[in-house]
């Protein structure tokens, strides 16, 4: 997975832009997992929803995105969500995909959530 911001994994970005998470797979998927755990100490990590190509061709998800976060899916290899506006909340929080590959879930790397901008 990767990000639009700056740093290694682009996760880093000014408080109220936008960042864009991209989950690309090697090979067509029906569906990737978005997944996001809070940076709070115990945080599990949540489901958030899935996204996938649906035979008509258009992009479907279960349960649909939630408010703030716009996602679609680019290809059967390549699917992106946008959080709309980065708040102080979203500070620290990691985010990663998965998606079934041979029969198995593979998941992607960490994108780390850096919030630029935040008032001392």
């Known amino acids: 997975m990767t990000g639009n911001g700056t740093s290694i994994d682009g996760g ?3 408080l109220g832009n936008a960042l864009s998470l991209t989950c690309s797979a090697t090979e067509n998927v029906r569906f990737v997992s978005w997944r996001k755990t809070a940076n709070t100490p115990g ?8 996204s996938g190509v649906l035979s008509n061709a258009t ?4 349960p649909p995105p939630p408010s703030g976060l716009i996602c679609i899916c680019v290809s059967a290899r390549e699917y992106t ?8 909340a979203d ?4 985010w990663r995909c998965d ?17 630029n901008g935040m008032s001392k």
């Open 59 to 62: 992009c479907g998800f279960d």
């Open 12 to 14: 880093r970005t000014t």
């Open 81 to 88: 969500c946008t959080i709309q506006a980065l708040t102080v």
């Open 43 to 50: 945080s599990p990590e949540l489901k958030l929803l899935a």
């Open 91 to 94: 500070n620290g929080d990691r």
């Open 99 to 115: 998606a079934a590959i041979d029969g198995q879930f593979k998941f992607s790397n960490y994108v780390f959530i850096t919030v």
